[in-house]
């Protein structure tokens, strides 16, 4: 048997043995599942906490307007429906049918529209990219950072020079201006997701530009033109400003009607909640029915 010199055993490296024990350490981080149940938690609450006053306009909807003008209100008063019978004209003979029918009428209208113009700016946008494209979207950010109460007094000059006003198609035009460029600009991120060699395919087969619209990057990017269009109609049912200002009892949209409900003898409460409610619905529908193109639509590109 061979044996080592003294200084190869200094060189060579022992093999250090394993130890007997392992102490477990403690535990570093909490349990996942414990984790998840924590936030699963606080997103109830933070859900409820933003739920809290929608709940309490549907509950003060369906009280008396002495109960519903009580401090500190009572939860326990008895339910009624006569502020869904006060807003329906019932009791007043004034029907809110007519101010929902401009409101959907304007609405819709203006987000088609709205859509008609911002899917070919932003295909110029993001797919062909025109030169100085970043001047084009600033100058399409811009006109949002005027507020429009300062262009509240030239449009009512304009709309009476013109002989637009209490006209419903002013309207239209008025929200589709307002809604353009957060539409061209949703759109342009959601188009540049588009895979680049669809288009070249589509150009190796000849289609033209609105066939390459309709057929490669429409259904591409559906989710994005619901999310685009869900928002703009939105924005437009709310808005109260605008048809505040330039309607009248011809071309009222919803919100002007709801604000008919306001008054300075008071008791007025149970029935703003009641048309707040009936107002909101067409919304809430709306959402709930694009739910799942909303959430991809809003997602879209937020993952490389």
Not at 58 to 86: C, G, Q, R
Not at 167 to 188: C, D, G, K
Request: aromatic share 10%; glycine share 4%; proline share 7%.
């Amino acid at each position: 048997m061979s044996t080592l010199s003294p200084a190869t055993a200094r060189t060579t490296p022992e093999k250090s043995s394993p130890p007997a024990v392992i102490r477990r350490r403690g535990k570093s981080r909490m349990d996942p599942t414990r984790n998840n149940t924590a936030a699963g938690i606080a997103a109830w609450l933070l859900a409820l906490l933003f739920a809290t006053p929608v709940l309490w306009m549907i509950l003060t909807s369906f009280h008396s307007e002495t109960d519903a003008a009580t401090n500190p209100p009572s939860v326990a008063a008895n339910l009624t429906v006569d502020a869904y019978k006060e807003f329906f004209g019932e009791s007043s003979g004034v029907s809110p049918w007519p101010s929902l029918i401009n409101s959907a009428t304007a609405s819709i209208l203006s987000t088609v529209l709205v859509l008609v113009l911002a899917i070919p700016a932003a295909y110029a946008l993001s797919i062909r990219p025109v030169k100085k494209w970043t001047d084009v979207m600033f100058f399409f950010l811009s006109t949002k950072m005027m507020p429009v109460v300062a262009a509240i007094l030239p449009l009512y000059l304009f709309a009476k020079t013109v002989g637009a006003l209490d006209n419903i198609w002013f309207l239209i035009l008025m929200y589709t201006s307002m809604n353009l460029p957060i539409a061209v600009w949703m759109m342009r991120s959601f188009l540049a997701e588009v895979p680049v060699e669809m288009l070249e395919a589509a150009q190796i087969d000849g289609a033209n530009l609105i066939l390459t619209l309709r057929k490669v990057i429409a259904p591409v990017a559906m989710p994005g033109i619901a999310a685009t269009a869900l928002i703009c109609f939105i924005f437009s049912w709310n808005e109260l400003l605008l048809a505040r200002v330039l309607t009248g009892v011809v071309a009222g949209t919803a919100p002007v009607f709801l604000t008919g409900f306001v008054s300075s003898q008071g008791l007025f409460l149970a029935k703003v909640c009641a048309a707040a409610v009936v107002i909101s619905l067409p919304v809430l529908f709306a959402g709930f029915a694009a739910q799942d193109k909303l959430v991809q639509g809003l997602s879209l590109g937020a993952v490389k």
